[in-house]
C-alpha cells in the first residue's frame, strides 16, 4: 500500500498537531529540515451524534422541525416559502416583495423593525431563487419567541408601503443592466433557457418595462396570495428544547392564514441529453461551460451511490476533473460539479469558465472523464477517498448549527426529514464499489450531458462541432 509522506517545512510543523506522547521528548516530535514523516492512516469513521428534535405539521400546513444542537447560545432559523411563477412580471415583483418584507409592519413601522430585532439580538434576511422565498438567520436563543412573533408580523401584515416598494424598483432598474452583463448570470439563464424553454418552466429575468409598470398594490396583492403557510417549511437548530420551540411556534403562527399556494413549482421535464448550444457572447475573453444531466431524486436509493461517483468524477478538489483539467491541463481555476434538486426530481450539473482558446479542450477532457468513469469502474481507493470526503463533510456538517439548519431546511422543502440525513451518513458508508460504478455507468455517461457554452461564438463554435459527443447548435461556425 502506497503511503503519502509530507515535509514539515511545506506544512505545518509537527509541533502544531497535538502534545507529545507519553515519553516522548519534545525535540524528538521535531524532524531535521528536509525530513520526512509519514502521514498517519484515517481514523475510523464515526456515526453522527443523533441530536434531540421535534417534528410538527401545524394545522395551517406549516412544517416545523426543532433541533437541540447547544454549542453557542444561539438559534439558527431557515424558513422556505414556495415561490415559482412563470412571467417576467412576476419574477419582477417575487424581487421588489423579497427586498421590502423587511421594511416596516403595521406594529413595527419602519426602523422600529430593525430596532427590534437589534434588541432582541437577531439577524434576518431574505432570499429569492425561481422556486422559493426564504427568510433566514439567527437569534439569541432567549429571544426566540420574541423572533417568532416578529416573523409572524412580517408574514402576515408586512406593509409594503409605495415608498420603500418605488426606491427598490429604482434599484431594480439601475442595477438590471449591471445584472444582465455578469457571465455566471448570463450563462445561468441561458443553461435554464435552453434545458427547460416550454412555459411554464422558463425562468426568464425581468424586462425594465416589468418594473415600470410595477406599483406598491402589486407587491401588496402578490403577498397576500402567495406567502402562506402550506407547503411552507420553518426549521429552527440551536440551544433550544424542541417540543418547547414547537409549541412556541404552533401559538404564535396560528394565525398565519391557511390557503392554497397558487406559486408551487412545477415539476420539471426530464433532461434529454446529446446536445450542446453555443450562446454567443461578442466580445468575451472568457467563455462559460454549463452542462447537466438528469439525476435520481434524494430520496432514491440510488442517489448515494451517484453521489460518490461525482465526487470521484469532480464533486471534490482531489476528484478526476480537477486533477486533469486543473491541475494538469490549466484551463479552468475552479470546477463545480454537484446536484441541484427539486421535488420531482435532481439533475447532476457542472460548471467551468476557460479561456475562449480551451473551450474545446477542457470540453474534450470534462467527457473524456466522463466516458472513463462511465465504463471503467473506479479504484477502490478512489471510492474510499471520495467516501471519507462525503461522510466526513457531512458529518462536520451535521455538528454546526448554520449547516445543519441549512441542511435540514432544503431537505425539508423536498419532502425528507432528519432521519433522511442520518440515512445518507450510514449509506455513504456503505455503498458498495460496484453500487458507485453503476450509478456512474448510468448517470455519467456523456451522451446523458447538455447544456451551453456562452462564449465568442465564432472562436469556440468550428472546434465544438468536432466533438462527437454533441450535436451544437445555436451559433454559425
Not at 4 to 29: F, I, N, T, W
Not at 177 to 190: D, K, N, T
Request: net charge negative; with cysteine; charged share 20%.
Amino acid at each position: 500500500m502506497t503511503q503519502l509522506s509530507y515535509r514539515p517545512d511545506d506544512a505545518m510543523s509537527l509541533s502544531r498537531l497535538g502534545s507529545p506522547q507519553p515519553g516522548v521528548k519534545e525535540a524528538a516530535r521535531v524532524p531535521q529540515r528536509g525530513a520526512t514523516r509519514l502521514v498517519p492512516p484515517l481514523g475510523c469513521r464515526r456515526a453522527p451524534r443523533r441530536p434531540p428534535k421535534s417534528e410538527a405539521v401545524l394545522d395551517n400546513g406549516l412544517r416545523v422541525t426543532a433541533v437541540r444542537l447547544p454549542s453557542v447560545p444561539m438559534v439558527e432559523f431557515r424558513l422556505h416559502i414556495p415561490f415559482a411563477g412563470d412571467s417576467t412580471f412576476f419574477a419582477a415583483c417575487a424581487q421588489v416583495l423579497a427586498s421590502t418584507l423587511l421594511s416596516g409592519t403595521q406594529r413595527l413601522r419602519g426602523v422600529a423593525l430593525d430596532d427590534e430585532l437589534a434588541r432582541s439580538g437577531a439577524r434576518v434576511s431574505t432570499s429569492l431563487t425561481p422556486e422559493r422565498l426564504s427568510l433566514h438567520g439567527n437569534v439569541l436563543s432567549e429571544n426566540l419567541l420574541t423572533l417568532l412573533d416578529i416573523l409572524a408580523d412580517v408574514l402576515t401584515g408586512a406593509l409594503h408601503d409605495d415608498g420603500p416598494v418605488a426606491a427598490e424598483r429604482e434599484k431594480r432598474l439601475r442595477n438590471a443592466p449591471l445584472l444582465a452583463s455578469s457571465p455566471a448570470v448570463f450563462a445561468a439563464q441561458a443553461l435554464r433557457r435552453h434545458c427547460y424553454p416550454d412555459p411554464p418552466y422558463t425562468s426568464d429575468p425581468p424586462q425594465e418595462s416589468d418594473f415600470l409598470e410595477l406599483a406598491g398594490e402589486d407587491v401588496r396583492l402578490l403577498h397576500r396570495n402567495a406567502i402562506v403557510p402550506r407547503g411552507s417549511c420553518l426549521v429552527l437548530v440551536g440551544d433550544l428544547d424542541p417540543d418547547r420551540a414547537v409549541d412556541d411556534t404552533s401559538a404564535v403562527l396560528s394565525g398565519w392564514p391557511d390557503r392554497e399556494s397558487s406559486t408551487v413549482p412545477t415539476a420539471l421535464p426530464l433532461l434529454s441529453g446529446g446536445e450542446l448550444k453555443v450562446v454567443d457572447r461578442p466580445g468575451s475573453a472568457q467563455s462559460q461551460i454549463r452542462i447537466c444531466a438528469q439525476a435520481v431524486p434524494r430520496s432514491d436509493p440510488r442517489y448515494p451511490a451517484l453521489h460518490i461517483a461525482n465526487t470521484v468524477f469532480g464533486g471534490y478538489f482531489s476528484s478526476r476533473l480537477v486533477e486533469n483539467i486543473r491541475e494538469d491541463k490549466g484551463y479552468a481555476y475552479s470546477i463545480d460539479s454537484g446536484f441541484s434538486s427539486t421535488f420531482e426530481g435532481s439533475t447532476l450539473f457542472l460548471a467551468m469558465d476557460v479561456a475562449n482558446g480551451n473551450t474545446a479542450p477542457a470540453l474534450l477532457e470534462t467527457m473524456y472523464e466522463a466516458g472513463r468513469i462511465s465504463l471503467i469502474p473506479p479504484e477502490e481507493s478512489e471510492v474510499e477517498a471520495a467516501r471519507h470526503y462525503a461522510s466526513g463533510s457531512l458529518n462536520t456538517w451535521m455538528g454546526v448549527q448554520s449547516y445543519l439548519a441549512t441542511s435540514l431546511s432544503n431537505i425539508s422543502f423536498l419532502g425528507l426529514d432528519i432521519h433522511w440525513l442520518y440515512e445518507l451518513q450510514r449509506r455513504l458508508g456503505e455503498v458498495a464499489l460496484d453500487e458507485v460504478a453503476e450509478a456512474a455507468s448510468q448517470y455519467l455517461a456523456p451522451p446523458r450531458f447538455t447544456g451551453v457554452v456562452v462564449g465568442e461564438a465564432d472562436r469556440i463554435t468550428p472546434l465544438l462541432r468536432r466533438l462527437s459527443d454533441f450535436r451544437v447548435t445555436g451559433a454559425s461556425g
